[in-house]
């Protein structure tokens, strides 16, 4: 009983929802809450409705990028509200859960679904063009419980660093995906080439070009790759988001680029 | 019954191991596994026995950065026999089990503690000084389950990158540590700073100074400092040790400073 009045729950609060879009890296510290909160930002400045989740219960780190780290979700009747980062932008986190900032979410499994439940069910997301659900790297309880929860989203984007190590670790959440039977919208190559601030020479520090070929081998879209940037690690850390504060960077140039090509491949049904 | 026997069999064979060290860290892809290889590596090369778990279920990563990711461990009579990556460095990880390298280990929190189980109670580590566990990022099931199985550990290395977002998961990852009761060892900052190899000049991709902010604001040490190194990436990749082939350099004379303060922290107990 019980189960079935969460599922109702959720599945109400996904028909006010048109895509759903679930962030998933193999490794972590590849930048995939940075794409995500920015791939959110980018499209809510285009005008959509904007709701991002952010599924890493135990490392949230979507609050602090955001600059809304200090504000808290309020309960009403209707739910909670999630709170509101710009005009159109609303987010959900475990850190806006937290009295302690630094007190760890010592969490199994179980607990960990139930928390997922309740930011997916409970939350009072309303109309949503897009819902991003960032997600803790690896394949194991968050993902799959996202996975079991959303049957039906529009697909996962796969966010990757150009070096092998990362690329054993994005072949292995390309296989999760479609085990899951979810579609794969695409990988991106983050952390890709930089250049000398002082004497403009290229230098590789992560190599280039291991995306590519990760799309290539598992015939999926390559939506793009992203420079590394110290600015976007200043802004991260500020909590002004890097699109607003530096539009016309390169790395900002090649973000729009991969959020043309997402919505493109997800735009398929009419959104207002 | 099932329980005691396992228990039995973890206590018999951590009574050959003299310490155990945890390498921990708030948020992934801050190199924890590369420094816990190249811990384990330094360690052997001063003549102890060395043991390296990769406690990373989902997304092992040591037998790569080692180079030994095509070798399998062997059942005897007296358990498995871990993989020698050295002559005094044995490794385990699930890598080794996965007969596709690419299959994804879509695994819910109670068969990752099982797998922790078998890995630490049946494999045959023999005599060792040190056994190192390379821990998944974060305060999940597995870090919970190997403060459980191995109470009386020398304690926790937490390895951060110097940028605040990632200072925010190493804080929680202390409060962890202190909450299980486990000693901290202390801190490493991992890719702090970066000189180009063109004109020479500093620059800072990912800041500096964060994780000595952290071990002050806790009390506890700071064993030192790594800069970026693209040699360390490639190394990693080819599976070549990083202190094997560039022992000059200054990341490993960094590094070696850090294994020197582990092991007089550590090396209170008389080891041969």
Redesign the interface.
Known sequence: MEQNQDDKKIENNLSTIKHTIIVLS?????GK?TVSANLAISLSKKGYHVGLLDGDL??P?IP??LGVEDKRPEASEKGIAPVLALPKLKVMSMAFLLQD??????????L?MGALKQFIGEVNWGELDYLIIDL??????EP?SIAQLIPNSDGAVVVT?P???AL??V??????VK?MNMPVIGIIENMSG?T????G?A?????TGGGQKASKDFNISYLGNIP?E?EI??T??SGDAFLTKHAKSDAAKAFEKIVDNIEKKVNKKQVK
């Open positions: 193999g490794k972590g510290g590849v809450s135990h490392g780190s602090k990028i900032r630094d007190a760890p979410v010592i969490w199994r499994g179980p960990k803790p790297p690896g394949t194991g309880d799959l660093t070096q092998d190590v054993v670790s072949r292995k959440s390309i296989n999760f085990k930089f000398c601030p002082h004497c020479k230098i590789d520090i992560f190599k590394i110290p690690v200043k991260g850390d």
